[in-house]
């Protein structure tokens, strides 16, 4: 039985994915249709209706015109599919293992002044090279920017889609096209018999001139490339296992749904949310859905703590305090952690310090994903608790605490309630970092929480106070 029964050529604008349909087509048993959910037609420009399907119709149900493609198609059938087109079908594309994927990549740079050129001269494809219009590209650093961004996303989209699914596809790019070995070996993995034995010559090669001939300003192209971080090599890695959305920790009264972050202020939050009605809390994802529809305008919000903060509160009521036996053995063991005995006070400052930097060690490791024990929601970076809010739903607001009476009145008055006088600082958590803070601690916390603090610009806790 055939691995693949049906294709799908994942490309963008001039990236050869003409060029590659053409040759595709000239093998017997294989069909390729061109740009079948592209918005504006079915397949090629100015055709609007293909297997009995018009626009208006696939618009209803694109899913009825995949079908039909490849019900009525002899062989095996296939269409090209780029970043903008109809967005229903790619879920359905990429669960089907007996769709063969392929992906044509392109020089992001070559692919967008081709397509500045293409823009100014009206010429898309080019069969006679007498007929050729020539014309030099106006290189835009923004418009590149976000030319790249979206030909990155799109390709990322599809590498988690595939790897989650655990299928692989036939990655080629757009110097291979012309190679025809390649071209069989692709028919080759699509489970085909026929090879082809030349190119199509049908389809010219459009501005083969070096890139610096093609662009008017190729000085400010090369400044804007050079900034740049083409290997992305100023990511902040990301290794933090992924966090549930933790709906049983959610309490609402009244308008407003409390999603809150361990370790921040959340008694305090709670206390001035009391203030505005009796808590409703222990939701599920029915009850809390249940919640939602019977208070509409309701606003939703978290609030987000510095990370020293925070990580030297969660260091207090759960290591300290011994609640979380087995990370505090960790810590000792694995850190040196010179802890007093639960629940006790410790002997001075410089044991008390000691012992918090040797948490931020293993917080670091921890939320790294290099520690055996699960990442405690207290000492979990905030991005990553964010990220697991949006597995059911983001809130509506992301407080400050430094801001937390502005946030809050804010909050309320979305709501539809009146503000009650804001809950007090949490001046305990704040004096007992105070007291042995060094510049030091400053920056194990920021090596323990890079996310944090790049993505919600936080400088140094001592200057925040």
Not at 80 to 102: G, M, W
Not at 189 to 204: F, T
Not at 213 to 238: G, I, Q, S, W, Y
Not at 247 to 276: D, M, N, Y
Request: glycine letters at 8%.
């Amino acid at each position: 039985m055939a691995r693949f029964t049906s294709f799908v050529l994942f490309a963008e604008m001039r990236t050869g994915s003409n060029f590659l349909e053409a040759n595709l087509n000239a093998l017997p048993g294989l069909s390729c249709l061109g740009e079948v959910f592209n918005p504006h037609f079915i397949g090629k420009k100015d055709q609007t209706e293909m297997f009995g399907v018009d626009l208006a119709a696939r618009e209803r149900d694109p899913f009825a015109l995949l079908a039909a493609l490849r019900a009525k198609t002899e062989g095996m059938a296939g269409f090209r599919y780029f970043h903008d087109h109809d967005a229903r079908v790619l879920p359905a594309l990429l669960d089907d293992p007996a769709c063969a994927k392929i992906i044509l990549t392109r020089n992001p740079v070559d692919s967008y002044v081709s397509w500045k050129i293409a823009q100014a001269t009206g010429q898309w494809k080019l069969t006679n090279a007498k007929n050729l219009k020539t014309a030099q590209a106006d290189f835009d650093a923004a418009e590149f920017r976000a030319h790249l961004e979206a030909l990155q996303g799109f390709q990322l989209q599809l590498m988690h889609g595939l790897q989650t699914r655990g299928q692989t596809a036939f990655y080629i790019d757009y110097d291979d096209i012309q190679d025809v070995a390649v071209l069989n070996g692709l028919a080759a993995w699509l489970g085909l018999e026929a090879r082809l034995e030349g190119l199509d010559d049908k389809l010219k090669k459009q501005n083969p001139e070096e890139i610096g001939e093609k662009v008017t300003n190729l000085p400010e192209m090369e400044a804007a490339l050079a900034r740049l971080d083409r290997f992305n090599l100023n990511r902040t890695p990301n290794f933090e296992p992924r966090r549930p959305p933790a709906i049983p920790s959610f309490v609402a009264a009244g308008g407003l749904l409390f999603q809150p972050i361990r370790s921040g202020p959340e008694a305090q939050v709670k206390a001035w949310l009391l203030a505005h009605g009796p808590l409703e809390g222990d939701f599920v994802q029915k009850s809390l859905r249940q919640w939602k529809r019977a208070h509409p305008g309701h606003r939703s919000f978290t609030v987000i703590r510095h990370p020293l903060l925070r990580a030297h509160q969660a260091f207090l009521s759960q290591i300290v305090s011994g609640k979380l036996s087995e990370h505090r053995q960790a810590l000792i063991r694995g850190q040196g952690a010179d802890l007093p005995p639960p629940g006790k006070p410790f002997a001075d400052l410089d044991q008390h310090r000691a012992a918090f930097a040797a948490f931020l060690r293993y917080a670091k490791l921890s939320v790294a994903g290099q520690m055996g024990q699960r990442v405690s929601p207290h000492w979990a970076s905030q991005s990553a608790v964010l990220q697991g809010f949006a597995g059911f739903q983001t809130p509506d607001l992301v407080l400050r605490e430094d801001q937390l009476a502005e946030g809050l009145a804010f909050a309320a008055a979305e709501a539809g309630l009146t503000a009650l006088a804001p809950p007090a600082a949490d001046r305990a958590a704040h004096d007992a970092l105070a007291a042995i803070w060094l510049p030091d601690l400053e920056e194990a916390a920021r090596e323990a929480y890079p996310r944090d603090y790049m993505g919600f610009g936080f400088g140094p806790w001592r200057d925040a106070r």
